[in-house]
């Protein structure tokens, strides 16, 4: 399959939020009013659908079909329905869609509580939105106080009535645990709360504290105590639990999917497929096309760049050229191996030992011998017909085992 035949994953960065949460380190900026304004929302839209343009009319990418297409941020919920179509509309000129293509947007519950709600859910779903990622983070409200949200427990399941409601099928939601002072009991709640309504896919995440973010300026001060990674563990064995037992497969780390419903989206980053980002902060990846890998040429495995951060910087940037690329990076030999067992031991799948030779024209299972052995022996990994995956102990020592092989 030559690299037109292949599709790719689109990512649509949707940066402003009603308020920046203090362990959010994502590209992000809040507004008074929902998206700033409408005329901001216009000017983005239009800024969107012109850089969609330009990569249209570039060798790499014209002529391919969109996978799946994935609305994040930020709060995209807040952009109206109507601007959400648009986008859509323009992309599947420019890149038709596969048959059954997923098209995720994200939403929070504070966005959905207003009484137009349902309307603009409606709206949504009939402009090609075909999945709804709802942040409620907990049910918990001394939990959502403390991640300083704006959302109560209440408004959460208000919100999950009104997306059912709408006609939404394909509805996934997302946790946080191990937030200070969380005991097993609170995290039960969460667990209890989300399985009581229909989801698809829950994602559990594990509070960190991320460089440049409120929580970490606390936790500096001396005013701000994470969970101790012991607890940590715990709490992230007991999901694992809950989840399998209510016919939740755990495909990836952090995810967790009934059959067949896990994201597509996301399966294109770690099975390393080439996805397209656009919009202020928007990373893209780009592999080599696989006849230079055949032709046994390892020189570059790949490109990969940001968008400009703040969203009226590449708005003008973007007017003015096409595109709003801030910087670029190539991927060599060294960057590939490090992301082929950082993307694929994060899956449920694991690493291909046929994957590997193809890409590095090198045994597997010969030149980590040592490395796969011991960390088999010490049932952290497991050997499947044709590839080694973390086993559910060793999904907790993702950083050790890429330490591992990373010093192989």
């Not at 082929?340 to 690493?351: A, C, N, V």
Request: charged share 25%; aromatic share 12%.
């Amino acid at each position: 399959m030559n690299r037109v035949q292949e599709p790719f994953a689109l990512y649509v960065h949707i940066p402003y939020c009603a308020k920046k949460c203090p362990y959010c380190d994502f590209n992000s900026y809040a507004t008074e009013s929902q998206a700033g304004s409408l005329e901001e929302e216009a000017r983005y839209t239009r800024a969107l659908i012109t850089e969609l343009q330009h990569f249209a009319a570039k060798e790499s990418w014209a002529g391919r079909k969109i996978s799946t297409v994935f609305f994040g941020g930020g709060t995209p919920s807040l952009f109206s329905a109507g601007a959400i179509s648009e986008i859509l509309e323009a992309a599947n000129e420019l890149f038709p869609f596969v048959e059954n293509a997923e098209v995720t947007l994200e939403a929070n519950p504070g966005s959905l509580q207003e009484e137009l709600a349902l309307e603009r859910l409606r709206g949504f779903r009939q402009g090609g939105v075909n999945r709804i990622s709802l942040g409620a983070q907990s049910f918990s409200d001394r939990k959502l106080k403390l991640l300083g949200r704006l959302h109560s427990a209440e408004d959460t399941r208000r919100a999950l009535a009104l997306v059912k409601e709408s006609g939404f099928r394909n509805m996934s939601l997302d946790l946080i645990f191990a937030v200070p002072d969380e005991t097993p009991e609170e995290w039960q709640h969460d667990l209890d709360q989300a399985l009581s309504f229909p989801l698809n896919h829950i994602s559990a995440y594990g509070l960190t504290i991320e460089p440049g973010t409120e929580f970490y300026k606390r936790e500096k001060r001396g005013g701000f105590f994470a969970l101790d990674e012991e607890v940590q563990e715990v709490l992230f064995r007991q999901a694992q639990s809950e989840l399998a037992r209510a016919g939740f497969c755990q495909y990836e780390i952090s995810n967790y999917a009934k059959a067949e419903y896990e994201c597509r989206h996301n399966l294109a980053y770690w099975r390393g497929m080439d996805y397209l980002g656009i919009g202020a902060g928007a990373h893209s990846y780009l592999g080599v096309p696989r006849a230079r890998l055949a032709e046994n040429d390892f020189s570059l495995y790949g490109q990969r760049w940001i968008n400009l951060l703040n969203p009226r910087t590449y708005c003008i940037s973007v007017e003015e050229n096409g595109n709003s690329v801030q910087r670029s990076e190539e991927i060599d030999r060294d960057k590939a191996l490090l992301e082929f067992f950082f993307l694929g031991f994060r899956t449920q799948e694991g690493i291909s030992s046929e994957r590997f030779s193809g890409l590095f024209k090198d045994s597997l299972e010969t030149r980590y011998a040592d490395t796969l052995k011991e960390l088999k022996d010490f049932e952290i990994i497991e050997k499947k017909e044709n590839s080694w995956a973390l086993s559910a102990r060793g999904r907790i020592m993702l950083d050790s085992v890429l330490e591992r092989f990373a010093c192989s």
